[in-house]
T-cell receptor, first 112, second 116 residues
Framework: SQQGEEDPQALSIQEGENATMNCSYK?????LQWYRQNSGRGLVHLIL?????REKHSGRLRVTLDTSKKSSSLLITASRAADTASYFC????????????FGKGTKLTVNP | EAQVTQNPRYLITVTGKKLTVTCSQN?????MSWYRQDPGLGLRQIYY???????DKGDVPEGYKVSRKEKRNFPLILESPSPNQTSLYFC???????????????FGPGTRLTVT
């Protein structure tokens, strides 16, 4: 079953602009993670935010988490053509399982 | 270099011919998992393993088997592949949670399987 749902499904912007992607989920989480996937390649972990954190930064990435709304956002600032990829949120639910549940992803295109 | 490796990277096979996709990690991770990725469906978990000799079903385990005899290896076995198992498969690993905190997963490069 899908836990995280990204929005929008696709996003096209110009180089230098900011890109914002959103993720909503349904149940209580231990943490939420964002991954990037270049076409047909493996997923690469970007950032992990724990349920007791509200905001986290990593380079040009900024992630927020609102557990009351069960939502998260990923902001990529000053985008580059190399940021073109699909972005997935994944949630780790509370409890003993290490299971990660992925959303269907946002396909980001950054035009030079 | 710390990594998760999968073999083969590409495989075309016929219905019913048993196959194994290998997965190996060199990071001494306890947790390993298999996912399949299909257009419009995202990533779905097939099986996972919390440690050696401990495996459990994910969301879509039908038609697959796994084993975890060694910590570093987690092969995915398709005893009798069918066309609906045509997909892109990913193996992933992660350290075991510590004090209730879980960590990110490291993914292999993927295996593109076509069953005709």
């Amino acid at each position: 079953s899908q836990q995280g749902e990204e929005d929008p499904q696709a996003l096209s912007i110009q180089e230098g602009e900011n890109a914002t992607m959103n993720c909503s989920y349904k149940t209580s989480i231990n943490n939420l993670q964002w991954y990037r996937q270049n076409s047909g390649r493996g997923l690469v972990h970007l950032i992990l935010i724990r349920s007791n954190e509200r905001e986290k930064h990593s380079g040009r990435l900024r992630v927020t988490l609102d557990t009351s709304k069960k939502s998260s956002s990923l902001l990529i600032t000053a985008s580059r053509a190399a940021d073109t990829a699909s972005y997935f949120c994944a949630t780790k639910t509370q409890g003993g399982s290490e299971k990660l549940v992925f959303g269907k992803g946002t396909k980001l295109t950054v035009n030079p | 270099e710390a990594q998760v490796t999968q073999n083969p990277r590409y495989l075309i096979t016929v219905t019913g011919k048993k196959l194994t996709v290998t997965c190996s990690q060199n990071m001494n991770h306890e947790y390993m998992s298999w996912y399949r990725q299909d257009p419009g469906l995202g990533l779905r978990q097939i099986y996972y393993s919390m440690n050696v000799e401990v495996t459990d079903k994910g969301d879509v385990p039908e038609g697959y088997k796994v084993s975890r005899k060694e910590k570093r290896n987690f092969p995915l076995i398709l005893e009798s592949p069918s066309p609906n198992q045509t997909s892109l498969y990913f193996c992933a690993s992660s350290p075991r949670r510590y004090r209730g905190l879980s960590y990110e997963q490291y993914f292999g490069p993927g295996t593109r399987l076509t069953v005709t």
